[in-house]
Nanobody, 125 residues
Framework: QVQLVESGGGLVQAGGSLRLSCAAS????????MGWFRQAPGKEREFVGA????????YYADSVKGRFTISRDNAKRTVHLQMNSLKPEDTAVYYC??????????????????WGQGTQVTVSS
């Protein structure tokens, strides 16, 4: 089992930045690829980005590429999502997730075994 807790969400103006964090506990964190997803009201949960177990490989959705950056610190068992140049369409609940089936980043919703409770990000225009 892996337990995940997100933090860092909030309200920000368009063009601003936020940094989300995900703290993990439980099984060996460093063996899991980690991902971030988001879900806006009335929409399906969608992939944002993911990072390999070592942090050496990342993969992003086209909608956030160049604006969002994922990093991880295996010693501190944390994953971060740095979000810059935020847009109103980035408004959503953001979830961190752990992929126990791969060391490398994947984008499929059903690739991930463990999920956090989510943190709300609201971007005002």
């Amino acid at each position: 089992q892996v337990q995940l807790v997100e933090s860092g969400g909030g309200l920000v103006q368009a063009g601003g930045s936020l940094r989300l964090s995900c703290a993990a506990s439980g099984r060996i964190f460093s063996s899991y690829a980690m991902g971030w997803f988001r879900q806006a009201p009335g929409k399906e949960r969608e992939f944002v980005g993911a990072i390999s177990w070592s942090g050496g490989s990342t993969y992003y959705a086209d909608s956030v590429k160049g604006r969002f950056t994922i990093s991880r610190d295996n010693a501190k068992r944390t994953v971060h999502l740095q979000m810059n140049s935020l847009k109103p369409e980035d408004t959503a609940v953001y979830y961190c997730a752990a992929d126990g089936g791969s060391y490398y980043p994947r984008s499929g919703l059903y690739d991930y075994d463990y999920w956090g409770q989510g943190t709300q990000v609201t971007v005002s225009s």
